[in-house]
């Protein structure tokens, strides 16, 4: 399961009060991502701060590379975030 290597990154992000706690969340996002194609992060890292990653796949559509930009929350909304 994919989810065990993430086993650390679960445990600080425990701390923080508007993340997922436990690696059975953390694997739900990991699907969630695999499904849509991008990830967001809507202020789980930092208050204020909304980030969007994606992978760049070359013509065999294997990941070569990726890329992410972050924005403060205000410009960069949910709405934005699904277009």
Do not use: C, W
């Not at 290597?5 to 996002?29: C, E, H, N, P, W």
């Not at 294997?62 to 909304?77: D, F, G, H, Q």
């Amino acid at each position: 399961m994919t989810v065990l290597k993430f086993g650390s990154i679960v445990q600080t992000m425990k701390q923080r009060s508007y993340s997922f706690a436990t690696t059975v969340q953390l694997d739900r996002v990991i699907r969630n991502v695999r499904r849509e194609g991008y990830s967001a992060d809507l202020e789980a890292l930092n208050e204020g701060i909304h980030y969007v990653g994606a992978p760049i796949r070359d013509v065999t559509k294997k990941v070569i590379a990726a890329i992410s930009i972050s924005a403060p929350a205000i410009r960069l909304t949910k709405q934005k975030v699904k277009k």
